[in-house]
């Protein structure tokens, strides 16, 4: 029940010591206000981080080679290792029930395209269908390759919106034809892609078209993949490593490559440097949370000091109490109550400090690793019951001595 004389006697002894009050609570609502902030920057480093694995499916798998540097079964280091359609298929195969998505890719830098009076330098790649999901990119108007536009070749482009900029300014380009090194390609779809304007300066072609069109017979460039994820993320883990360390030693073998040579053939899976950097994100959180709650334990200390010096100074007053008949839970009740209420009130004000400066400094942050810091509402939550727990732990102790004062001994206090 609601006892308006207890709350009384809380202001009344709050008023009789207000730069004592003030102090302490300034030390809780600092802690809480602390960990706030901290815990607001932990979110914005992990938005931050997983904006950079948006660029890509976070599941994608890819596989480029190079240049033997050992010696191998009588074969000398210096070899170019050159991937084929082939090489493509037979992975396809191999691992069918563990690829979602699927690509090769032939690509040149620099490719000039002209549409009209308009003409730019660009990154022309050759990709199948499966191209869009491993590159995460959204479609703007048209659509994106298809399986006819490999199997028959045909001459057909997307390109990024930054492309569609620079050469169509506010014209529509689905439709029109536009001129890659010269030769007539038709714009079926334009695309955004979450890494920036970096990635949307790129065109892609079908993959076969490519090949003709730039004399590579059946050669790729590299190859990519994403792995049907799993719902637990270590599961996950485990197969993309498990499918890349097959496909590097499939193509080690096919090429007589030496099973300690990591520069011939590099096989990267996104789903490894997530785990790292994951883990990376939970320990900063961690250590962000121990800052925070040491902090709150500083002003949690301070609190039941100050209980201490308010139930000596009340000795007497309790002693009285007891001598009429108060039983020790309403004296601890009453101790309870008053420290609860100084750390909540302090607490609270340092989560609402907390919280506005993150709304008002949020919309500002926006790094490659850091982005829109913000408190959701589980943390929040997680804060009020800290604060609950806090007030309730610094007033604990005080009331225990408290309720074991023996009238007499109360009485004769001075």
Known sequence: MFDIERWQEIFETIGKNKLRTFLTGLSVASGIFILVILLGFSTGIQKGVKSQFAQDAESRVSVWTSVTTKEYKGLNPGRRIQMHNSDFENINTKYEEAIEHKTGLYNIWGGQVNYGNEFGNYRIEGANPGQQFIENASMLSGRFLSERDVDESIKVAVIGRKVKTELFKKEEAVGETIKITGINFKV???????????????IFIPLSTAQRVFNAGDKLRSIAYTIKMSDNFEEAVSLSAAVSDGIEQEIK????????????????????????????????????????????????????????????????????????????????????????????????????????????????????????????????????????????????????????IKPIEALRDE
Not at 189 to 202: A, I, K, M, T
Not at 354 to 372: H, Q, R, T
Request: charged residues 20%; without cysteine; glycine residues 10%.
């Open 253 to 404: 073998t096919r090429y007589s490559i030496a099973p300690d040579d990591r520069s011939a053939v590099r096989v990267r899976y996104n789903l490894e440097e997530a785990s790292k950097i994951y883990g990376l994100i939970d320990t900063i959180r961690m250590v962000f949370w121990f800052v925070g709650i040491g902090t709150i334990v500083a002003g949690v200390v301070g609190v039941s000091n100050i209980m201490l010096i308010i139930v000596k100074e009340r000795t007497k007053e309790i002693g009285v109490r007891k001598a009429l008949g108060a039983l020790p839970s309403s004296i601890i009740g009453m101790i309870l109550q008053e420290s609860i209420f100084i750390t909540s009130i302090a607490g609270f004000l340092g989560l609402f400090f907390g919280v506005g400066l993150l709304e008002i400094i949020s919309p500002l942050v926006d790094s490659d690793f850091i982005k829109f810091p913000q408190v959701d509402f589980t943390t929040a939550m997680s804060t009020v019951f800290i604060l609950i727990f806090a007030g309730a732990l610094a007033g604990y102790i005080p009331a225990r001595r408290a309720a074991n």
């Open 188 to 202: 079926v779809g334009v695309y955004s892609d979450p890494g920036g304007e970096r990635e949307e300066q790129r």
